[in-house]
């Protein structure tokens, strides 16, 4: 069964710092992953997707994620901060064979400190 | 090109009612995704429609159904509310379905409500 890891629950940076959101995930085929942001009261906005080639990619505001099969994962970065990001952020995987079911991880809400 | 509308926005209802939401997706999109957000739960996959028929269901149990029409607009059906239904469901649309999943794109959800 596939599933999505996001150990950090809560996480507070500076705005200006830079930012890591991990996720580690589980499937039984070739993974396709994605981040989506969630505002409060709001749907989810997608910030960038990996299917196949290039495992660094780039997305909107800034984000980039990278993609280690070897260790499962698909790390968020953004090099610098801003306190518009604070958000809840969203890792989610299908895949090869797996339809258009998405299995999301917990969430990483961030807070940004002014 | 207008993002994936759902309505009504907010809805309240008691428990034992039922309650219809719907989302009419991306133009030209014609796979439509139904999930629920929960603080305990997640965010957890209900089912998907694809020239109206569903193509693949989470673990629900069958109080919750859905539908998707000939124009690729979908709603979904709870009966007989329970208290643990009060959630955001949040649709989304994929251009097509198959084997592979594709990328969805999220509506604003809906916020039900049971009381």
């Known amino acids: 069964a596939q599933s999505v890891t996001q150990p950090d629950i809560h996480i507070t940076v500076s705005e200006g710092a830079s930012l890591e959101l991990r996720c580690n995930y589980s499937y039984g085929a070739t993974p396709y992953l994605f981040w989506y942001v969630q505002s409060p009261g709001q749907g989810l906005q997608l910030l960038l997707k990996y299917f196949s080639g290039d495992t660094l990619v780039q997305g909107i505001k800034g984000f980039e994620a990278e993609f280690k099969r070897s260790q499962s994962s698909f790390n968020l970065r953004k090099p610098s901060v801003h306190w518009s990001d604070a958000a809840e952020y969203f890792c989610?995987?299908?895949?090869?064979?797996?339809?258009?079911?998405?299995?999301f991880g917990t969430g990483t809400q961030l807070k940004v400190e002014l | 090109k207008a993002g994936v509308t759902q309505t009504p926005r907010y809805l309240i209802k008691t428990r034992g009612q039922q309650v219809t939401l719907s989302c009419s997706p991306i133009?030209?999109?014609?796979?439509v995704s139904w999930y629920q957000q929960t603080p305990g739960q997640g965010l957890q996959f209900l089912f998907e429609?694809?020239?109206?028929?569903?193509?693949n269901k989470g673990n629900f149990p069958g109080r919750f159904s859905g539908r998707q029409f000939s124009n690729s607009r979908s709603e979904m059906n709870v009966s007989t509310l329970e208290l643990g239904d009060s959630a955001l469901y949040l649709c989304?649309?994929?251009?097509?379905?198959?084997?592979?999943?594709?990328?969805?794109?999220f509506g604003p959800g809906t916020r039900l409500t049971v009381l």
């Open positions: 989304a649309s994929s251009l097509q379905a198959g084997g592979d999943t594709d990328t969805q794109y």
């Open positions: 989610a995987v299908g895949g090869r064979g797996g339809g258009n079911k998405l299995t």
């Open positions: 429609y694809f020239s109206e028929t569903q193509r």
């Open positions: 133009s030209g999109h014609r796979s």
